[in-house]
């Protein structure tokens, strides 16, 4: 069950990012065409769609941890934290991807990368401070089940094709009330075109965020569960962390749907929340045979 999700994963990863790709390049042609650029806005559309796929598959730990003012974490400062994960990567088969720690009061994690060798699992000191150990094996564990099911890839790039994608539509929009502002022959198409990608753009990625989540989420409970063989630690963990009161300062909504539990959960509904219930995720762990 758990492999053919992970297979599904892959697949449906490829298809998502492909088609982000391509809704970016749709973009980026259409400013290109609003400009003028002629038979030129073609290439410049593919160039400016690849390029930036292309740099988030290379640097993408890199620029979530930067986002999230994450420091790597040394055996001296965090040395439970380090055990932990080795016994885990041990359990799992897994290499060791590297650590990182956030300085926050508000307990959650989660894990980056474009692959299991060049993974990372990033934890808030809220979560080592008021996580016992078999809680914080739990957390680690699910982090891990991210990375061994493929889904880290994904988040990690629909974050930042997310952030380039809404900056795209407001660039788009900005020039187009411009241009029909300053031009003797104001076209209101060009308006009506930035509109319609502002509104549209973010209703977009909110619901490929969705997409990717629940699901994943689940999955990888599940697949902790296997790991540590003791469904009651990630249980209380994640009570522990829904009803911890200290929000997490360093959240934006860019990365939210990265972390084990969504850092906006006062001030969203189950509904728009990019993961399924506490409630929901403890019911589905309580019923693993």
Request: with cysteine.
């Amino acid at each position: 069950m758990i492999l053919k999700s992970v297979q599904d994963n892959k697949r449906s990863s490829f298809f998502i990012v492909s088609l982000f790709i391509v809704i970016i390049m749709v973009g980026v042609y259409f400013v290109c065409y609003a400009l003028d650029l002629g038979f030129l806005s073609i290439p410049i559309a593919v160039v400016g769609a690849v390029v930036p796929a292309i740099i988030s598959y290379n640097n993408c730990d890199k620029i979530v941890l930067s986002l999230n003012g994450a420091r790597p974490a040394t055996r001296e400062q965090d040395l439970l934290l380090s055990n932990l994960l080795d016994n885990m990567c041990i359990a799992s088969g897994l290499p060791r991807p590297k650590l990182y720690v956030i300085n926050d009061a508000s307990p959650n994690a989660f894990a980056t990368g474009r692959n299991p060798e060049n993974a990372v699992i990033c934890v808030t000191t809220g979560l080592l401070e008021k996580l016992d150990k078999y809680e914080l094996e739990g957390v680690i564990a699910h982090e891990l089940s991210h990375i061994k099911n493929y889904d880290i890839l994904l988040s990690t790039i629909v974050s930042i094709f997310v952030g380039f994608v809404v900056i795209l539509s407001d660039w788009f929009t900005r020039w187009s009330f411009r241009r029909s502002s300053n031009s003797d022959n104001k076209n209101p198409i060009f308006v009506i075109i930035g509109i319609l990608f502002l509104i549209l753009s973010p209703i977009f990625a909110t619901l490929m965020k969705l997409a990717i989540s629940r699901k994943r989420e689940f999955l990888a409970d599940a697949s902790a569960v296997e790991m540590t063989r003791n469904p009651d630690g990630l249980i209380s963990a994640l009570q522990k962390i829904a009803l911890d009161p200290d929000p997490l300062e360093v959240a934006n909504k860019s990365t939210a749907h990265m972390y084990i539990s969504n850092p906006f959960k006062d001030k969203a509904s189950d509904l728009f929340s990019t993961h399924p219930s506490t409630e929901k995720r403890i019911e589905a762990l309580r019923h693993i045979n």
